[in-house]
C-alpha cells in the first residue's frame, strides 16, 4: 500500500481501486455501513493504514483516512475529523483508531 498521497480525494480513490471500496461510518461501539445495513464492534475490525490530511488555509479541514478490515471480510474506509471521536464512541473503538507516532 502507497504510504503517502497528496489529498484525501486521491487516497479515496486510489484505495477503492484497491477494493476498499465500503464507506464505514462511526458509532457508539464500533463501525457501521449503512448501504450494507451492518454494523461491527471495535474487536471485529482491523485498522490496516491511517492517512492524516491537513487543510492548508484551515484548520477545520483536517482529517483522517481510515483503511479498514472486518472480521467477515468487508474491506472500507472512514474518514474522520481529528478528535471526532474522542468522548463520542467506546474506550476500545478509540484505542482502535489511536495513531502512533
Request: glycine share 8%; hydrophobic share 35%.
Amino acid at each position: 500500500m502507497k504510504n503517502t498521497y497528496d489529498t484525501l480525494s486521491e487516497a479515496i480513490e486510489a484505495l477503492q481501486k484497491k477494493g476498499y471500496d465500503k464507506d464505514f461510518n462511526l458509532v457508539d461501539e464500533g463501525i457501521e455501513s449503512k448501504h450494507l445495513k451492518k454494523s461491527w464492534k471495535a474487536e471485529q475490525i482491523e485498522v490496516e493504514e491511517a492517512f492524516r490530511f491537513e487543510g492548508m488555509t484551515n484548520p477545520g479541514d483536517n482529517s483522517v483516512l481510515y483503511v479498514i478490515n472486518t472480521h467477515d471480510g468487508e474491506k472500507g474506509l472512514l474518514v474522520d475529523a481529528y478528535g471526532a471521536y474522542s468522548g463520542q464512541i467506546s474506550k476500545e473503538m478509540i484505542e482502535k483508531l489511536r495513531i502512533e507516532h
